[in-house]
């Protein structure tokens, strides 16, 4: 073989590694809330950083879990019940960073007359199984000294419906009230069909942060685009909280195709704001709550910090002059 043909071989393989390099796939699992807007742009820029981003959009918390399970993906974006649940079950996945904070409402029929929590006594009352929703409501119905089931019996009948469901059954008054995540609670209000009872954060929890998961195997076995990724949701997460236009015109129009007010954003984003950050006490708290009401069919509760990485967050962080 030539030189010359030796040379452009080498070149054209280290040509193709560089380009299958700048197309590392990360394969991320979202849900459709506003809150989970800077988690979602991340595709959008995810070029710049050297990767490529696969979303893949699910219903609820718990099926981005069963995905990571079923290894169809590296990273995935959740309520802190659904990842304790999923690590609580075998799940292997680790908390690398918070993205969210608040995100629920416990929101009425304006005919309802229900004032309070213990207004909630022999009302039906829907929310959405295996979510943070869940188990803000049942921690706050205990609080209230009421019992729940969507058995007959208790204090309070629970209904369990998808979030996209929850607002129709309200609007319908097949609901006396719901336990809404952002933007749909904001919805019911602006629309005038729902009424704000109260935000579900006086329980040991606070205001519950929503979590970014990654698989023990993409942290461990590829760091390098772990890391990438990283820094990605930390540029995207900071240009949402630094510019809202960009912010509410991706949610509003690429989300939600138009289907949510200014005000929607506006009044969802005021109750759910965007974060990087999360704490290993903070997951210890949710998980004691949830083994303290049953919630979140835990077979062994886990330790968080056993669980709860955020050395790539703070390395990302750090790069970018973020505290």
């Known amino acids: 073989m030539s030189k010359f043909r030796l040379l452009s071989l080498t070149l054209a393989i280290a040509a193709a590694a560089s380009g299958a390099q700048a197309q590392e796939v990360v394969r991320l699992g979202n849900l459709k809330f506003a809150h989970y807007g800077a988690v979602s742009y991340i595709k959008e820029i995810a070029p710049k950083c050297g990767i490529k981003v696969e979303e893949h959009v699910f219903a609820k918390g718990p099926d981005v879990m069963q995905a990571i399970l079923a290894g169809e993906l590296d990273v995935g974006a959740t309520a802190s019940e659904a990842a304790i649940s999923g690590r609580a079950n075998g799940a292997p996945i680790y908390v690398v960073a918070g993205f969210a904070k608040g995100g629920a409402r416990l929101v009425a029929r304006p005919d309802s007359n229900i004032k309070s ?5 022999g009302k039906k009352v829907g929310v959405t199984r295996g979510g943070i929703h869940e188990v803000l409501l049942i921690a706050e119905l205990a609080q209230a000294g ?23 059954a309200l609007m319908g008054k097949n609901l006396d009230a719901i336990m809404q995540s952002e933007p749909q609670s904001s919805q019911a209000i602006n629309k005038g069909y ?11 929890i606070g205001p519950p942060v929503r979590t970014m998961v990654m698989s023990e ?15 990605c949701f930390v540029q995207a997460t900071k240009l949402f909280i630094d510019n809202k236009p960009v912010a509410e015109k991706y949610v509003r129009e ?3 195709k138009n289907q949510i007010s200014k005000d929607d954003f506006d009044d969802a984003i005021s109750n759910s704001p965007y974060t990087y950050d999360v704490t290993a006490e903070h997951i210890q708290i949710t998980t004691d709550v949830m083994a ?17 990485k955020t050395d790539l967050l703070e390395a990302a962080k750090k790069s970018l002059n973020i505290q």
């Open 117 to 121: 929590v213990k207004d909630l006594k």
């Open 146 to 168: 009421l019992s729940a089931s969507d058995q007959p019996g208790k204090d309070v009948q629970l209904v369990f419906l998808a979030f996209a469901d929850l607002n129709q």
């Open 292 to 308: 303290k009401h049953g919630t979140g069919k835990m077979r062994a509760a886990p330790v968080a910090k056993d669980w709860v």
């Open 217 to 231: 195997k993409f942290y461990k076995e590829h760091r390098a685009t772990a890391a990438k990724l990283m820094t």
């Open 194 to 204: 729902g009424v704000e009872v109260m935000k579900p954060y006086d329980t040991p």
């Open 254 to 256: 690429v989300i939600f």
